[in-house]
Structures are given as structure tokens and as C-alpha cells.
């Protein structure tokens, strides 16, 4: 509560000896205060609306506090009041004690935002370190190696004049006039090996894995 | 996210003044006006079924139209008060005795006239006007229903839609007993026991739509 509003009570409070029941008049009083305010807001007074929700305000958080642990969903739930106090403040009638229509609408809006939390919370899940992937090489470097070593297998048990085919031309890129030097073979002989590898290839790897 | 001050400022500068609400008992005293003036000209248009006078006297038939009559009153003003924030929502059970009256009416009537749950008791021509009496009783009043109780959209949307469908199915169903001749027991289960379930399953399915449709414009949206 602002300390401005203490300073209007003595003259209640004073007349009062009893702690607690001076305590309950500045409750009532400052409850009439709101009330009158709101009637005032009602009729297009700006000030006495914009006193109000100010008055209101750290009412508000005291009650969304015991509600929600978390101080930014506390402080989401008070403007989630206000703004909803602003909706339908057509509803007050000032014959009425403004306390419970004030405390029967923050209730209702905060128990609405706890269910929607709750809703939130039993469809999401926590991102944890193994739901994380990465498009960089580095992080799929178990798979790479992986591939890396069927495809060797799979060349290692090649025909001979295949192996040294598919060594020379796809893993060392040589040319093929190049691979027919090194190798002693012709060039027609060459390409004919290269196509019969790169099927056996294809075929051993689409197996899964390389030939037993 | 806009901070609690700033928030403020910008409600209380978009304020205008607005007319406060009417006592809902008034209020629920409008629109129980509004359905009786459109049973009168549905009276008019359509005619009063012609054995009334006779049926009247007949104790179940009484029971039966009066309970549903004070069903749609008692909903009626359930709904306008719990429409409120600060009203007890004991205020829901206002419509229970009259709504337990007449389903057991309709079910006293099942139960010794069980026999007629057979095709003559299902007469296609009556069912076309009791349909246009349904539309033209049920389609105004839910209108009316529903842009009288806009201000409880952000409180109590699910029971205040509830009443108040239970209000405009208990007075359409007043009406279909009072305009048309429903001897056959099926006739009366489907149009009493339809309608009700009918207008409370619609609400019920579709209650925050409905009510986006018509709620307060002043609702400034959030900046998040």
C-alpha cells in the first residue's frame, strides 16, 4: 500500500486504541476509497482511475504472490488483472463493496493463468543437451567415420582390376590417361571396370554395410 | 514485455466513461420481457395449439410446461448473476429444482406411455413447424443471451454460457409445448430433451469462440 494513503487515516485511527481494529477501519476506509474511485473512473474521471489501478496494484501482487512462485509470472498475472479489471469495469456497481469484486476477478484470472500454465507445461518438453544437433561437420563426425569405413571395406573386397580402377580414378582423381599409364590398361578396359565397381558398390552399400 | 507502470498509463489514458450495469435481476427482467414478447407474436402468427384449454387441466402437461417455464426464468437469472464477479456461483443452482421437476415429467410421461415409442409416434409434418418455432423462439433469444453477457467472457465463460442456453432452451421448449400438438412421447423426449441438450452442447463446444465474437471492445491487446 503507498504510504500517501496512511496519511489520510489518523484522524480514524486515532480514535481507535485497539491495534486491530484500527487496522480493520483503515482496511474498510481504504476499501471505500476504491470504491469511490472507481465510481468516479466510471464516469470518465482519468485521475482518480489511474490512482486507483496504482493503489490496486501492489494489493494485486500480494495475492498473485501466494499463487505464483515465480515473480515475472506474478507480475504477468497482475497486468493479466488489470487488464481485464479495465474490460469489464461496467460490472462494478458502487452500491457494493468494491473488495470482493476486485478480489473475485484477480482470483479468477489467476487460477485461468495457472491452468494455462499447467496446460503449457504437460505438452512441452525440456530441451536437454541430447535433443541438440549441429548442421557443422564436426558434429556428425561418429556417422562420417562410420561411412568412411563400410565404403573401405566394401572397395577392399573388390576385384582386383575393379579395386585399383575405383582407387586410381574416384579416390586419387587421376585422369584416365593418367590411371591407364600407372595401371598398364587400357582406357576402354579402364572405364568398364570403374562402371562394373561403382555397381558392386552400390549394391554392397545399399545392403548395409559391406560384404561379408 | 510492457512493465506494470507503463501499462497503467496506457489503460488510464484509453479510458472513456462507461454506463454501469443494470441490477441483474432487472436485467434478467428485460430479457424474460423480450422472450414473452416474442412467444406473444409467435401466438399471433402461429396460433395457440387448439387443444390447450383441454390439456391444461391435465395435471402432467401443467407440470410439465410450468416447470420448464420456471426452469428458463430461474436460468435466466442464474446466468445474469453469475455473469457478475462478485456473486456467489451458488446462484447456479437457482434453475436445479425446476429443471429436476421437468425432466421428470418428461420421463413420468416416457415411462406410462412407453407403448407409443413406435412410427406413428413421429409425425414428419409437425416436425417442420416445430423446427420454425425452435429457429424463431431460440435464435433471438440466444442473441439477446449472448451480447447481454459479454462482461462475463474473461470470468466465468463455461457456466454463464451454460445457464444461459439452459434459460433459452427451457423457454423455446415452453413455446413448442404451448404451439404445437406433441401427444407422441417421442415427439415430446426429442423436442424437449433435443432442444436442451442441443443449445447446452453448441455452448459448450464453442463457448470461448461465441464469446470472442462479442467481447468487450475496449479490451486493449497485449504487447508482448
Known sequence: ?212 | MITTPDLIDSLAQSMTPVRRLRPPLVRAGCWLMLAAIILGLLAVSQGIRPDLLQRLPQSGFAIGISASLLTGIGAAIAAFMVSLPDRSHLWLLLPAPALFVWLSAIGYQCLTRWISFEPSGVELGETARCFATLVLTGLPLSLAMLVMLRYAAPLRPTATVLTGSLAVAAITATALSLFHQLDATVMILIWNLGTAVMFIGLSGAFHRKIFSWVTPRSMPHRQS
Open chain 1, 1 to 212: 500500500m503507498p504510504s500517501g494513503r496512511h496519511s489520510r487515516l489518523p484522524p480514524l485511527t486515532l480514535i481507535k486504541d485497539d491495534h486491530q481494529g484500527g487496522a480493520g477501519q483503515a482496511h474498510s476506509v481504504r476499501e471505500l476509497d476504491w470504491s469511490i474511485l472507481m465510481a468516479r473512473a466510471q464516469d470518465g474521471d482519468r485521475a482518480a482511475y489511474r490512482r486507483l489501478l496504482e493503489g490496486i496494484t501492489p494489493f494485486l501482487r500480494s495475492l498473485a504472490a501466494r499463487r505464483h512462485r515465480d515473480l515475472s509470472d506474478a507480475e504477468d498475472a497482475v497486468q493479466d488483472v488489470l487488464l481485464t479489471l479495465h474490460a469489464i469495469r461496467h460490472t462494478y456497481d458502487p452500491a457494493r463493496p468494491f473488495g470482493p469484486w476486485l478480489v473475485a476477478i484477480a482470483n479468477h484470472r489467476l487460477i485461468d493463468l495457472l491452468r494455462r500454465q499447467g496446460r503449457l507445461r504437460s505438452r512441452e518438453t525440456a530441451l536437454m543437451p541430447e535433443h541438440e544437433t549441429f548442421s557443422a561437420d564436426q558434429a556428425n563426425l561418429y556417422e562420417r567415420v562410420l561411412d568412411r569405413r563400410n565404403l573401405q571395406e566394401a572397395v577392399e573386397k573388390l576385384p582386383a582390376g575393379q579395386r585399383q580402377a575405383i582407387r586410381l580414378l574416384k579416390l586419387e582423381e587421376k585422369s584416365l590417361k593418367e590411371a591407364a599409364a600407372i595401371s598398364g590398361m587400357s582406357i576402354a578396359s579402364l572405364k568398364v571396370a570403374t562402371h562394373r565397381a561403382l555397381k558392386r558398390l552400390r549394391k554392397t552399400l545399399a545392403k548395409g554395410g559391406a560384404p561379408r
